[in-house]
T-cell receptor, first 112, second 113 residues
Framework: AQSVAQPEDQVNVAEGNPLTVKCTYS??????LFWYVQYPNRGLQFLLK??????LVKGSYGFEAEFNKSQTSFHLKKPSALVSDSALYFC??????????FGAGTRLFVKA | EAGVVQSPRYKIIEKKQPVAFWCNPI?????LYWYRQNLGQGPELLIR????????DSQLPKDRFSAERLKGVDSTLKIQPAELGDSAVYLC???????????FGPGTRLTVL
């Protein structure tokens, strides 16, 4: 069975500092991996995806994520955090059954 | 391009009452999803449609939940009767043919009293 783990309920970072939001997954076959962001009272917004190719993928708003097959991880990163990045971030994995499983989410708090 | 539209945005009902949610996906998106998101958790798939066919409804509590997508465009999710534990945000999403990322609507926040 496929699963996604986001080990941190909350990540706190100062504005201008780099940020990392962690995600590990378990899936049979080659994974399709995604990051979504959710702002208050809004639906999820797609940030980026890994399907194949380069392990480092770039997405919206300056975010990027690194696929690491050996560690089954797909951590979200940004070189310089903004206060406006404060939101709830979800990692998701899609396996061979075409079903997308979402993690429980990590709340990112960027302090000015 | 218009996004995924959902209505209503908020709904408060008493337990045992029926409730329905409506979703209109992005034009041209043949895949439609209904998710339930409980507080502090990620979305959980209830049902997935490919055009008008429900291809994955394994997580849909069929004793009280039903869904339809008759013409392969908009969709309705119904709960009858609602229970206290059904309080959650119900999200609709859609994706394009061959697309992998999903586009979400704003959700319907259901409160069952």
């Amino acid at each position: 069975a496929q699963s996604v783990a986001q080990p941190e309920d909350q990540v706190n970072v100062a504005e201008g500092n780099p940020l990392t939001v962690k995600c590990t997954y378990s899936v049979s076959g080659n994974p399709y991996l995604f990051w979504y962001v959710q702002y208050p009272n809004r639906g999820l917004q797609f940030l980026l995806k890994y399907i194949t190719g380069d392990n480092l993928v770039k997405g919206s708003y300056g975010f990027e994520a690194e696929f690491n097959k050996s560690q089954t991880s797909f951590h979200l990163k940004k070189p310089s955090a903004l206060v406006s990045d404060s939101a709830l971030y979800f990692c998701a994995v899609k396996g061979g059954g075409f079903k997308t499983i979402f993690g429980a989410g990590t709340r990112l708090f960027v302090k000015a | 391009e218009a996004g995924v539209v959902q209505s209503p945005r908020y709904k408060i009902i008493e337990k045992k009452q029926p409730v329905a949610f409506w979703c209109n996906p992005i034009s041209g998106h043949n895949t439609l999803y209904w998710y339930r998101q409980n507080l502090g958790q990620g979305p959980e798939l209830l049902i997935r449609y490919e055009n008008e066919e429900a291809v994955d409804d394994s997580q849909l509590p069929k004793d009280r939940f039903s869904a339809e997508r008759l013409k392969g465009v908009d969709s309705t999710l119904k709960i009858q009767p609602a229970e206290l534990g059904d309080s959650a945000v119900y999200l609709c999403a859609s994706s394009s043919p061959g697309g992998n990322e999903q586009f979400f609507g704003p959700g319907t926040r259901l409160t069952v009293l």
